[in-house]
């Protein structure tokens, strides 16, 4: 029973791992990008969203419901800044104006807020400590349910736009081809600029759980990133689904590991990811990179 | 005012000179046909007014405005669409799916999904099949539909009939004649010559990056376009030689 409780508990972590991993699976399907400050990101909508319950004593919901909107703008904003830019000049320089960005974003995080451990938790009431207890050994916590399901409504909304609507349609479009996008009248830097927005946005909701979840300091970035980063390997790169399958592998790696020993959690998810690349199915993802 | 007037254009492929120098008009309603060899520049050409090449010096106006620095995505909301070499579909979406994004234009007109498929009946089974699962003729059709659905007062056409089966180009040219026919002005790249006499009414021939030769096609001979083609006349071939 322990070890059915152990794959329920990781199926859970899995959909915040999903729902961190779906904005860098996003642009990095649309643009090609990966973005590196992604997880540091997520931090800073944490940050946002504790300023907010700091200052106004609201639900961490309610105060994402503010956070989200500013995010979107200032995704839309950090692409035609700075990624478009850098974008232009190559593969590699995206790569390392978001490491910048990152390390940047640390320090101001550090500047301002001090190294000391937040979280939102508290303010978020009961729904943090609520569970349905099914038996002796298995409770499933409200909290990762609720997660769970905004990860697979993020993921079909972001489907859904993918497939169904215009600027969707115009997404898939610039991602497949973006010089002749721009020749069917499709603005290609908007388009991107418009993936970015979703990207950081899912982000800062991905951060809203962390700061429930758990708690997070200025250097938490990195770690959620590689999170992120594992659970889009997983799943395949640039493919949303494949995404929600990732982050619950590596959720229930993780879980399972630690079920043998508190000591395995890590190390169980990086494992299975290195797996995962060392398989046949590893080299035709690399494969597939290669040739974008 | 012509609607397309391209002033002593050049446009480099880095260091290297691809068109030099071109001057040249087109009126509304017209077909005028580009012929020319292997890396005389057509393409270049035709891609420097669409705004996928960049201009290195020279002028393109259209409809009287200079367009010159304009991006690409703003020329075919002003109205200029490129069918280009190879047809560059979108893989991934479906016949329908491609033809959709040329919605982005914002242009409305004559052309939408359901009249493109009437004038290219073989696109109607095929609606919902992606466009890497189609054949050569049928992705030419569906790439010449997307550039119409962006309702283009000046088409470019590039090698449209380039790696398709004879029976194909038949098609596609049956298809395009009722497009010319609706008073369409078109530019085509073509490299077949007999068709190119045939389907435009002006040929204008490139050597080189530079205009050797152009003429109303009905007053055009074969040899004397050989000749403009090959280098033969004009450009000093045959006294070098």
Sequence with gaps: MDWVNAVVQGILLGGFYALLACGLSLMFGVMRIINLAHGDIAVVGAYLIWVVVDHTSISPF????IVLPIMLVLGYALHLLLLERSRRAGTLIPLLTTFGLAVIIQNVLLQVFSPDVQSVGGAAGDITTASW???????IPVVGIVILLVAIGVLGGLQLFLTRTSPGREMRATAEDSDTAELVGINSRAVYARATALAVATAALAGLFLGIRTSFEPTSGSMQLIFAFEAVVIGGFGSLWGTLIGGIVLGVAQTVGAQINPQYSMLAGHLVFLAVLASPRGGILVGRWAQR | MSLLSVEALDVRHGLLPAVRQVSLTVEEGETVALVGANGAGKTTLLRAIAGANHVHSGRILFEGRDISGVTAHR???????????GRRLFPGL???ENLLTARAAGRRGPWTAERVIEAFPMLRPLRRRTARNLSGGEQQATAIGR???????????????LGLAPIAVEAVY?????????????VMVEQDLRRALQVAGRIICLLEGRIVLEGRSAELTREQIAEAYFGLRGAGGLERA
């Design chain 2, 147 to 161: 550039g119409l659905m962006c309702n283009p007062r000046l088409l470019l056409l590039d090698e449209v009939s």
């Design chain 2, 174 to 186: 049956a298809s395009l004649r009722t497009v010319i026919e609706s008073g369409a002005t078109i």
């Design chain 1, 133 to 139: 207890q099914v038996n002796d050994q298995l409770s």
């Design chain 2, 94 to 96: 479906t016949v329908e």
């Design chain 1, 62 to 65: 309610a105060a994402a419901v």
């Design chain 2, 75 to 85: 020329r075919v909301r002003a109205g200029i669409a490129l069918v280009p070499e």
